[in-house]
């Protein structure tokens, strides 16, 4: 199979190629390298020094170089992972969020039409796709109300529109994984990048973690070996669905917090700030749908997903 990953020198995307290029896959990635970096992809490109074909291309996925691109390299699987991830930015700059998220998923759409490729597989947003639940109706489904409540939310939930609206009018199949909070090695801890990135590198440094607000808001943490294998399920089960990709398990950010000081060895206190405004009060989701059409479950435990993380800081 030839695939094209966009986003592929991301935290997800460049995990994903690895797994991709490990099971014989020839890759393409396309990533504007604008949050994506090269060095994610160090270990694909010895794996191309020794026989896997791989193909890095910078592009922004918004330009329509990348319809020409698709045609020329004729993947078969597209996986749409570029994306512009940042709530507060989507708030500060919704018409740039819009650019890349709805624009750029049509022209990838436009590209997976124009190449004939039997699917796309895109990363829609679990958090932000349903909106907040009371903790009563955790973990959330996929028939849940889908109320974003942020540009980005928004952004996303267009995408899953125009997969649907792909599929009825050009045929093109679809699968998207309404993803959990990922987390993992290669994650970046500076900025909005996922509170486990950010309290990992802080812990390490000896610098003090931050939680927002009374730190009782839950999340459903996801490792990302896990997530990468969803994608890959993806690739060739499923047709016309949205899955939750979660551990349906809530976790507060205050237990988060303690389960990480105690796997790391510190008994340093978290400080805690005002809440900041717009955030979601709680989220997990009920992945059951994936485990029916993907035959995915979730295996890594949190202890030894933060093992992992904290093994990958240096």
């Not at 990302?224 to 809530?250: E, Q």
């Amino acid at each position: 199979m030839r695939a094209l990953v966009t986003g592929g020198a991301g935290f997800i995307g460049s995990t994903l190629v690895d797994r991709l290029l490990a099971e014989g896959h020839a890759v393409d990635v396309v990533d504007d390298l604008s949050t994506g970096s090269l060095a994610n992809l160090a270990s694909a490109r010895i794996a191309a020094t020794q026989g896997a074909e791989l193909s890095v291309h910078q592009l922004d996925i918004r330009h329509p170089e990348l319809v020409e691109l698709a045609v020329r390299r004729s993947p078969d699987v597209i996986y749409h992972l570029a994306a512009q991830a940042d709530v507060r930015v989507s708030v500060a700059r919704p018409v740039f969020d819009a650019e890349v998220n709805v624009i750029g998923t049509l022209q990838v759409l436009e590209a997976a039409r124009a190449c004939s490729a039997s699917k796309v597989v895109f990363a829609a947003s679990g958090g932000t796709l349903y909106g907040d639940a009371d903790l009563e109706e955790l973990p959330v489904d996929e028939r849940h109300e889908r109320r974003p409540l942020s540009p980005y939310g928004v952004s996303k939930l267009t995408g899953l529109n125009y997969l649907a609206m792909y599929r009825e009018l050009h045929q093109l199949e679809y699968v998207a994984l309404a993803l959990g909070n990922v987390y993992g090695p290669r994650q970046d801890p500076h900025g909005e990048a996922g509170v486990i990135a950010i309290f990992a590198g802080n812990l390490k440094a000896g610098a003090p973690c931050t939680i927002y607000g009374d730190g009782c808001q839950t999340r459903d943490f996801v490792f990302v070996d896990d997530v990468v294998d969803a994608f890959v399920r993806a690739g060739s089960r499923g047709s016309g669905l949205i899955a939750n990709i979660g551990t349906g398990v809530p976790v507060s950010v205050n237990e988060l917090y303690a389960t990480m000081a105690r796997v790391y060895g510190s008994d340093a206190a978290p400080r805690h700030v005002p809440a900041r405004p717009g955030e979601l009060r709680n989220n997990a989701l009920d992945p059951g749908r994936a485990s029916l059409y993907l035959g995915w479950q979730p295996w890594t435990s949190m202890e030894d997903g933060l093992r992992a993380v904290f093994t990958s800081i240096s």
